[in-house]
């Protein structure tokens, strides 16, 4: 395109918050707060995604004399983990062969499995040059490194099939979510179960908070940093269980909170006036994410009350569209979560290697939609 080119950033201090959030607008989705200024720049600032912790900021910034019109997150990472989408089997194959994998290059907003665009265009502006001008200019810089490959882990469908054929590879996955059929309350969304499964899920409804639990539900100024204090422990407690060690720091959500707090969603749960639990969730126009949960009591089904039920909950009285709760987890069907696609590609810079990775994706691809379509036909719905 006349006139236009491209620089790399190796931190968001390089570029103003207005010329970032400008690119992150999407016509079909609105304002997606992962992608935010204010969201990307808490991962830097707090040292979570930082050169120090894998994750080297390589953003491709796409500009018109002055005026930036694309943008495409990117990093240059030595590792593979907080991606979920995972490529650890093709790592130790390539170090078996005698390669070095890493590092590679990654396009994708650390540590948040959520379906979002990775190549940012300014609105006013031909989209699709300029997703190509990104993805070029992408693969440049990826030769240019020597890297073994680029992964873009998240994209939107238009853009998975628009990598395509840009010589990536595309993988297929899934999540569960659940969707909002104009439900009016709680209860009319239960009226669309089968019977055996609205009588479970009233069940742990009530067995959840039996112990004398209290839920608080806090967004914008409600939410203290004595709240972040709490909820912070319940991060770290299913953090160091689940990863090993956290991938966010305490000042991370003190800087989401001061940034972005209308955009947060806080459920707590309080016993004998003291906190216990808790989950945070993130807004955007349509839809809430369910983030991180955590715990320091046991108590049977409250897990499901606090990811599942209260997010339901919240998306029918806010008229939101859809609850995602994160990755993994078949537990969440019987609760009205349905599979749904996700979405990540794959360029790799030696052919031999693209071959048998491409081939592998390709069985990966069939075991998957048999998967979907089996858990499809456990639905929790009523049979019509």
Known sequence: MSGLQSRIIKSLSDISENDWNACCFNEHTGHNPFLSYAFMNALEKSGSATAKTGWMAQHIIAHQGVEIIGIMPLYLKNHSQGEYVFDH????????????????????????PVTSPRLLVRPDQDTRKIQEYLLDAAIVHAENLGVSSLHVTFPEKNEWELMNEKSFLKRLDQQYHWVNQDYCSFDDFLMALS???????????????SDNIDIEILSGNDITEHHWDHYFSFYLDTANRKWGQPYLNRLFFSLLGEKISDRIVLIMCKRQNRYIAGALNLLSDDTLYGRYWGAIEDHRYLHFEICYYQAIEYAIKHGLKKVE??????HKLARGYMPTPTYSNHWIQNTSFRDAVSHYLDHEKEIVAQNTEILSSLAPFKKT
């Open 89 to 112: 089997s093709w790592a130790n194959a390539y170090h078996a062969a005698g390669g070095q994998y890493y590092p590679k290059l990654q396009s994708s907003v650390p540590f948040t």
């Open 195 to 209: 019977s055996r499964k609205r009588r479970n899920i009233r069940k742990e409804r009530k067995q959840a908070v």
């Open 325 to 330: 709760a994160g990755a993994q987890g078949e």
